[in-house]
């Protein structure tokens, strides 16, 4: 009975810690900027300069969520392209007003995983 109460003690404790493991989320490493922030209804092209410190990141892959933080409207995922010194670009539609939320996602040549959201703008 002691060894099936352990058992189970130790099923709840790993069950415990998978729930606390980390997903990507803002990286403290990771510094993102827009090169101009959207505003209006359109497709728009983005621009973002991403370095880890102070060094910009080459050679990674990129893509970013665009979302609004309210419900109805479906997330836009899209993968950008690299222009060279630590800038990618995508285009992304903001087909609808309101408040939209960019969460970046950038995975190194390494395989490292790293995740920024961007702070809300509004489209008018």
């Not at 002691?2 to 510094?31: A, E, K």
């Not at 922030?37 to 728009?44: E, F, I, K």
């Not at 419900?71 to 309101?98: H, R, T, W």
């Amino acid at each position: 009975m002691l060894r099936y109460t352990q058992l189970i003690l130790l099923s709840l404790i790993l069950v415990s810690l998978l729930g606390c493991s980390r997903t990507p989320s803002d990286d403290p490493r990771l510094n993102i900027s827009l090169e101009q922030t959207p505003s209006t209804m359109a497709v728009q092209t983005i621009v973002l300069s991403i370095s880890d410190g102070a060094t910009p990141l080459e050679n990674a892959k990129v893509q970013i969520e665009a979302t609004m933080t309210h419900a109805g409207m479906p997330s836009q995922i899209v993968q950008l392209e690299p222009l060279g010194a630590g800038k990618y670009q995508a285009n992304i539609d903001f087909s609808m007003l309101g408040e939209w939320v960019l969460i970046v996602n950038v995975t190194e040549s390494n395989g490292a995983v790293m995740q920024r959201t961007l702070p809300a703008f509004n489209i008018q």
